[in-house]
């Protein structure tokens, strides 16, 4: 079974930092390129960052540019997301997704489409 998992979320206190990991289970994720998102409560998905395969290409949202590293290590089959001065609005549940299979091992065109696989995700909550 193909699974991807979430971790490292938690309650933080505005200004502080976390690092969310996504593991898989059931396939290695270093061919494929991995997308972050989150959901916050009342809105919709966003599409916050994406690194290919090598992580030679990287992207980020213009929400998140400046305060989030994507990261990988391919050896132990892992994606980071270091989050840096937290914000209360970054308050959501973070998610990852593997990049389509056809895409081999590159982003989509845009942050939001072009992922399958998704893991069940990590809250992250930031106090004021």
């Known amino acids: 079974q193909l699974q991807l998992v979430e971790s490292g979320g938690g309650l933080v206190q505005s200004g502080g930092s976390l690092r969310l990991s996504c593991a898989a289970s059931?396939?290695?994720?270093?061919?494929?390129?991995i997308g972050w998102f989150r959901q916050a409560p009342g809105a919709e998905r966003e599409g916050i960052s994406c690194?290919?395969?090598?992580?030679?290409?990287?992207f980020y949202g213009d929400s998140v540019k400046g305060r989030f590293t994507i990261s990988r290590d391919n050896a132990k089959d892992t994606v980071y997301l270091q989050i840096d001065g937290l914000k209360p609005e970054d308050t959501a549940i973070y998610y990852c997704?593997?990049?389509?299979?056809?895409?081999?091992?590159?982003?989509?065109?845009?942050?939001?489409?072009?992922?399958?696989?998704w893991g069940q995700g990590t809250q992250v909550t930031v106090s004021s």
């Open positions: 997704a593997r990049g389509r299979s056809d895409f081999y091992g590159m982003c989509p065109l845009t942050l939001q489409d072009g992922y399958e696989y």
């Open positions: 059931g396939f290695s994720l270093r061919y494929y390129a």
């Open positions: 690194i290919n395969h090598s992580g030679g290409s990287i």
